[in-house]
């Protein structure tokens, strides 16, 4: 099995505080992982920090170079333009492929001359996770991806999702849905919560070890 | 990034879009200094340059917040810096397009704006030239103070405050060299000397920009 993400000790930090630390996981291909934790934890953090947003405060993270997609809390829809707009302008900065199977399988294909501002909320979401499947990329990183979709849409990005796994892709998932993959594995974050005392040792001593090192 | 572009134009010509905003503002502070300072021809065609080019910069900068704060709400910047689009190019491609929907427009209408402020015949073809050469500094420079204030509320009056000064040395050539070319003086120097920064922003500023975005998404 091919590793298209090798996570080795990784930790990340929120406004300057210790999250998560000694974080270690590998995913390959055709894998998925469900990131649960109480909310704060620091899940989303964790994918902002893979997807390169964000530096680690320490630890190793591994993939080929531009292999992962990120989708976060917001689905970067720009309301003037319609659906089909939308979606070939991120088909086009991805260099992916058409849109066409996107629009099929996200069941957007009814909606795609409609502007973005005139969809629901869990159309939009539709869309921004349509835009996935245009990026061509095979990690996707997905962030609350079911915030607003309704069961019969959970269902369809479900499959949609078991597709992209059957094709060699991964995903990294932080939900506390039930997505119905009963393959994917599940990784609890809370006993990598940065704790006071680590966290106290990373704010101070190693700093100052860092800054005469 | 001709996609980019593409999006960028199509967004600021829809509705909503704020295209020709600018444009209407550089018209009606051209048509209120005549009001202000006095019908006297002499008086008007001296001062002219200078409100002509004041007058640019302002417009310029009432559209400059919404370069990177709208895609910032709606969370397009993330998925733009995660892109294979180098961060540096997609900065540079909006103030490109930034520079096409704002500055473009100002430049051609400009001349227009010149005959209410009784700006001398000689001094037209310069002004055009300071104009086209002086404002895509404009951009680049407003495309780094928005990076700099993206996310932050009222980002845009602390953009306006940072960005100002920025403009001063294109403001001094700039109006300098239409001054030359309305008085029958030779104006190639200030042009010479507005051209080396405008290129010297273009060259550096979208390095800036990015680096300030990279800090701003964290």
């Known amino acids: 099995m091919t590793t298209r993400l090798a996570v080795r000790d990784l930790a990340v930090a929120r406004g300057g505080l210790r999250a998560v630390e000694g974080l270690s996981f590998s995913l390959s291909a055709g894998q998925a992982l469900v990131l649960r934790g109480p909310n704060g934890i ?152 940065a704790g006071p005392a680590r966290r106290d040792s990373g704010m101070r001593p190693a700093g100052f070890n860092e800054a005469f090192a | 990034m001709k996609a980019l572009l593409m999006r960028d134009l199509r967004l600021a010509t829809r509705a909503g879009g704020g295209f020709g905003l600018a444009l209407a503002f550089f018209l009606i502070v051209c048509t209120l200094v005549p009001f202000g300072v006095g019908p006297e021809g002499g008086q008007l065609s001296r001062i002219a340059p200078g409100i002509l080019w004041v007058g640019a910069l302002l417009a310029c900068l009432l559209s400059l917040d919404r370069i990177f704060a709208l895609d910032f709400e709606d969370g397009s910047l993330d998925l733009l810096a995660t892109a294979p689009l180098p961060l540096e190019g997609a900065v540079a491609i909006k103030a490109l397009a930034h520079w096409l929907t704002t500055g473009l427009p100002l430049v051609i209408f400009a001349p227009v704006l010149g005959v209410l402020l009784h700006l001398p015949s000689p001094a037209y073809p310069w002004l055009l030239a300071s104009l086209a050469l002086g404002t895509p500094a404009l951009s680049m420079l407003g495309a780094f103070g928005a990076a700099v204030t993206v996310g932050l509320r009222r980002g845009g009056l602390l953009m306006s405050l940072l960005v100002l000064p920025l403009y001063v040395p294109t403001l001094i050539f700039g109006a300098e060299a239409v001054r030359r070319g309305a008085s029958g003086a030779d104006p190639v120097t200030s042009l010479v000397f507005l051209a080396a920064i405008t290129l010297g922003v273009l060259a550096l500023v979208p390095f800036a920009s990015a680096a300030a975005l990279r800090v701003n998404l964290r």
């Open chain 1, 42 to 193: 620091g899940k989303t953090t964790v994918l902002r920090t893979l997807a390169g947003l964000q530096p680690a405060v320490s630890g190793e993270v591994e993939a080929p170079a531009e292999s992962l997609a990120y989708a976060g809390h917001a689905d970067g829809l720009k309301s003037a333009l319609s659906v089909t707009e939308n979606l070939r302008f991120w088909s086009d900065v991805f260099g992916g492929p058409g849109i066409d199977a996107a629009l099929e399988r996200m069941n957007l294909r009814e909606l795609a001359l409609r502007p973005a501002h005139a969809l629901s909320a869990g159309q939009k979401r539709r869309l921004g996770l349509a835009r996935l499947m245009v990026t061509g990329r095979p990690v996707w990183l997905l962030d609350e991806p079911t915030v607003s979709l309704d069961t019969a849409s959970v269902a369809l990005f479900a499959s949609v999702l078991r597709d992209h796994l059957g094709q060699g892709g991964a995903a990294l998932i932080a939900t506390h849905i039930d997505l119905g993959l009963p393959e994917a594995e599940i990784l609890d974050l809370t006993p990598y919560r």
